[in-house]
């Protein structure tokens, strides 16, 4: 008899289809605050979800999984749409970080971060006394002489035969 009963067929009505795709707000009992208890339509779950009360998402979000268990070519275009923005819309953890706009505000920002780096550089340089003695070029060039007397890395180094480099002069 369940066999016959499985086995067969039901007809969606157009009545039957409208309920489908709403769902009602659960009220819970005892609550004194006022809800509203007119239907939400599954078609516009996704320009109405952040206006729910967490009991009215709470409710769409139970009849779709009621609703989800039932064959998927048998749901509609809209209950589809609703149960996919519920499971992976942009609300909850899911919301965008940084709202649309905020390019701009970061890419000034960050512009502002570095020419304040570079005016700190540049006052450092101008309050900073004059380069040592090390630094200048006939310095550079007597430690090359030393180096040589000295014999220092035979091997690749400045002793060596055939030594071409400069040795360590730096400046220009």
């Known amino acids: 008899m369940q066999a016959l009963r499985l086995a067969r067929t039901t007809r969606v009505t157009p009545l039957r289809v409208r309920a489908l795709t709403t769902a009602a707000p659960s009220v819970a009992s005892g609550s004194s605050s006022s809800t509203s208890a007119s ?78 780096s570079g005016l700190i550089y540049y006052g450092v340089r101008q309050l900073g006394g004059p380069p040592p003695k090390t630094m200048t070029r006939e310095w550079q060039e007597a430690s090359n002489e030393r180096a040589k007397e000295q014999k220092i890395n035979p091997i690749s180094g400045i002793s060596s035969e055939g030594y071409s480099g400069k040795g360590f002069v730096q400046s220009k």
């Open 39 to 116: 239907v939400i339509p599954l078609s516009n779950v996704e320009a109405q979800w952040e206006k729910m009360s967490s009991e009215e998402q709470l409710a769409v979000h139970q009849q779709l999984e009621a609703i989800q268990k039932k064959d998927w070519k048998e749901l509609s275009i809209d209950e589809k749409k609703a149960a996919y923005y519920v499971a992976f819309g942009p609300h909850g953890p899911r919301a965008p970080i940084n709202p649309p706009g905020s390019g701009v505000k970061i890419a000034f920002g960050t512009f502002a971060l570095i020419a304040t």
